[in-house]
């Protein structure tokens, strides 16, 4: 009976550690935001296996739209699925993609199909994780202006920070920063910090 209670007990254990293991594959320690510091897009919080729910601001040519969905990690990417508008499941982030790198993002809504273009700006180690500076080409508009999107973003932290980005006259600006922007590891000082009226 002893040894039964133990085969059963090393059994157990060797089958929740294998779980553990392959969980934490997709194991995702993302931040909570306060509201007024929430990126455009983020995570809310965990929905089930590899699956996080996520609230998201996108602006794809003249039209703009928030969505709630599931974000996912697999294949080195995460994937959005949105609640709304979109029909596909959308690789967004990808991780396989080394700095300098291009790749585009399709939507494919009810009514038509539609690209952002994705450069990979830099990859920074951070303790215990990396994170990739995601650069989206017009990703961001209003009336009277479109620009470049930012995200910084990290398989093993989700989505740290985003802002927008311009170049004019004077070199970068950046405005509307939102989460962590990562100022420990990253040199702003060459960088004009706006506001967006």
Request: hydrophobic fraction near 40%.
């Amino acid at each position: 009976m002893i040894k039964l209670k133990i085969i059963v007990t090393t059994v157990l254990m060797v089958l929740l550690s294998a779980c553990k293991e392959e969980n934490n594959g997709c194991l995702i320690n993302y931040t909570k935001f306060r509201e007024k510091d929430l990126p455009f897009i983020h995570i809310d919080s965990l929905a089930v296996d590899c699956n996080y729910y996520f609230h998201g601001a996108f602006w794809l040519s003249k039209k703009a739209f928030y969505s709630s969905g599931l974000l996912t990690l697999e294949n080195n990417a995460f994937y959005l699925t949105l609640n709304s508008y979109a029909i596909n499941k959308i690789k967004y982030f990808d991780f396989s993609k080394q700095t300098g790198e291009l790749y585009d993002i399709q939507f494919n809504l009810t009514d038509s199909i539609f690209n952002l273009n994705v450069r990979v700006d830099t990859i920074i180690n951070l303790e215990n994780a990396t994170a990739s500076i995601f650069r989206i080409k017009n990703g961001w508009h209003n009336q009277e202006i479109t620009t470049d999107l930012i995200y910084l973003v990290s398989k093993e932290k989700g989505i740290l920070g985003s802002y927008i980005s311009g170049f004019d006259a004077d070199g970068e600006w950046i405005a509307a920063t939102r989460g962590n922007i990562l100022k420990d590891y990253i040199d702003y000082s060459k960088k004009q910090f706006g506001v967006i009226e």
